[in-house]
């Protein structure tokens, strides 16, 4: 009697421990699905994401001519443009289509003549009226810059604010000025390959009151590096 009991408990006790190591292996399988959906859920999400654009920079230098608005009636030495100009630039692109740069410039001399008259805050020492000058000037910009690009060419559109000096040699003596201007450029690139391209550019300044600091243009050409 007590033998057939114990072997008809032995069974029960089996099954029970097996019915109680199921829902253990269950949880595992469970726990081991959703590790899967999720690494799967979190590939394609990354799929999914569209691709940043890197950030590029670059560093450049432009060599070139200028011209500057100077008035040349009646000046028979009167020479609009100048030699020796060069400008320097860097920057960066963090999107596909926009960037910013900066750019700092110095000029050669330019000879013409100016109107004193329309000149405020000069010593009477200079002289009033119409009078012969050499000016020279240099400066530093921060622009905005739209770009495109189609295969090896890039093609940008530069606007920004820039802080110029300019010297003014009069025969009664020189004047130095300052002055923030506005500024503004066209420009062509052609690739070489993935780090080096060739510039051609034209840089405008804007003039106050075109007397001792006229309008400027600089054209340049020039090299630039990617990185």
Same mark, same amino acid.
């Given at each position: ?8 408990? #032995?069974p ?8 109680a ?5 269950a949880?595992?399988r469970?726990r081991a699905?959703v590790v899967q959906a999720v690494? $799967?859920a %979190?590939?394609?999400f990354a ?6 654009h890197?950030? !590029?920079?670059? &560093?450049g @230098?432009?060599?070139?001519g200028?011209?500057q608005? #100077?008035?040349?009636?009646?000046y028979?030495a009167c !020479? ?6 060069f400008k320097l630039f860097a920057? &960066?692109e963090?999107t ?5 740069e #900066?750019?700092a410039w110095r000029?050669g001399?330019?000879?013409g003549r100016?109107n004193? %008259?329309?000149?405020?805050g #000069?010593?009477s020492?200079?002289g009033t009226?119409?009078?012969a000058a050499?000016t ?5 910009a921060? *622009?905005?810059?739209a770009?495109?690009?189609? !295969?090896? /060419?890039?093609?940008?559109?530069r606007?920004?604010?820039?802080h =110029?000096e ?7 003596g *020189?004047v130095r000025?300052?002055? /923030?201007?506005?500024? /503004?450029g066209?420009?062509a ?5 993935k *780090?080096?391209?060739?510039h051609a !550019?034209w840089d $405008? =300044?804007?003039a106050?009151?075109?007397v001792l600091q006229p309008?400027?243009d600089?054209f340049? =050409?020039? @090299?630039s590096r990617?990185?």
């Amino acid at each position: 009697m007590h033998a057939s009991q114990s072997e008809s408990i #032995l069974p029960a006790r089996r099954a029970r421990r097996a019915q109680a190591r199921l829902p253990a292996s269950a949880c595992g399988r469970l726990r081991a699905r959703v590790v899967q959906a999720v690494v $799967g859920a %979190a590939v394609l999400f990354a799929g999914a994401l569209p691709v940043a654009h890197a950030a !590029d920079t670059y &560093v450049g @230098l432009g060599l070139g001519g200028s011209r500057q608005a #100077l008035n040349c009636q009646g000046y028979a030495a009167c !020479d609009r443009s100048s030699t020796g100009n060069f400008k320097l630039f860097a920057g &960066v692109e963090p999107t596909e289509h926009l960037g910013v740069e #900066l750019m700092a410039w110095r000029l050669g001399e330019a000879q013409g003549r100016v109107n004193l %008259a329309q000149a405020s805050g #000069l010593p009477s020492a200079l002289g009033t009226g119409w009078a012969a000058a050499r000016t020279r000037s240099q400066g530093v910009a921060l *622009s905005g810059v739209a770009r495109t690009q189609l !295969d090896a /060419w890039t093609f940008k559109a530069r606007f920004g604010l820039g802080h =110029v000096e300019a010297t003014t040699k009069l025969d009664t003596g *020189s004047v130095r000025s300052s002055r /923030w201007a506005p500024v /503004w450029g066209l420009g062509a690139s052609y690739a070489l390959d993935k *780090s080096w391209a060739v510039h051609a !550019d034209w840089d $405008g =300044v804007g003039a106050r009151n075109g007397v001792l600091q006229p309008r400027t243009d600089l054209f340049t =050409v020039g @090299l630039s590096r990617r990185f």
